[in-house]
């Protein structure tokens, strides 16, 4: 009888020990999934500051940068520009003081979409605006209704005169058009213009991949 007494009291002293051990290990184990995942979250953290701060420098240094439409922008060593407003025109004429200048006349069955722009030269010599193919320092093409690429034309509107140069620290009105389709008109949604800006090749002359200084985009609708 003793014996047994004693035998059920050993075996309640390692049901106790036993129980009081998996309950400190279980503790353990939610202190360290505990630990892992605040570790797991830290480290989430600390990745995702990383991209954003990635995607940022990048956004910094990528030679496409995204404009928006009344504000001034810079384009490095060249010019300063303010995009304004847009609309659609049956023709382009320059008007000045008893000055008329016709660009682009009347056509059947198209119009052309037309930008203001006003543009300051911040360098120290002319620099030159004017068509994509032209070699020039400053070229733009339209995208409408994401589908769309119309090839734009610059030129500087100096009171009803038209020019494709602007001197060191002037500020002239430039206008930039494209012409259109009146069933792309008809159907329009938003345009896209981009614009190029790009320096001589060491020859002095202009070139397709010569020495591009930036991309600029902007959204009308």
């Not at 058009?177 to 001589?200: H, M, W």
Request: proline share 2%; aromatic share 6%; charged share 25%.
């Amino acid at each position: 009888m003793k014996k047994t007494g004693y035998l059920l009291i050993s075996l309640c002293l390692v049901l106790i020990v036993g129980m009081g051990g998996c309950s400190h290990s279980s503790a353990d184990n939610d202190e360290e999934n505990t630990a892992i995942a605040q570790q797991g979250d830290h480290d989430n953290d600390t990745d995702k500051g990383a991209i954003e701060t990635q995607q940022e420098e990048q956004q910094a240094t990528s030679k496409v940068k995204k404009v928006n439409v009344g504000k001034t922008f810079t384009i490095p060593d060249m010019f300063e520009v303010t995009l304004n407003s847009a609309e659609w025109q049956d023709e382009v004429v320059f008007e000045g003081d008893g000055i008329s200048t016709t660009m682009e006349k009347q056509r059947e069955g198209a119009s052309y979409f037309v930008v203001s722009a006003t543009v300051k030269n911040i360098g120290t010599g002319n620099e030159t605006v004017g068509h994509m193919n032209a070699g020039v320092n400053l070229s733009g093409s339209f995208k409408i209704n994401d589908s769309y690429d119309i090839e734009a034309s610059m030129v500087v509107d100096d009171e009803g005169t038209a020019r494709w140069d602007i001197g060191p620290l002037m500020t002239n009105n430039v206008i930039i058009y494209g012409t259109v389709s009146d069933e792309i008109r008809d159907s329009f949604k938003n345009c896209t213009l981009i614009l190029d800006a790009n320096l001589p090749g060491e020859d002095g002359m202009f070139h397709s991949d010569a020495n591009p200084v930036g991309t600029y985009i902007a959204e009308y609708e």
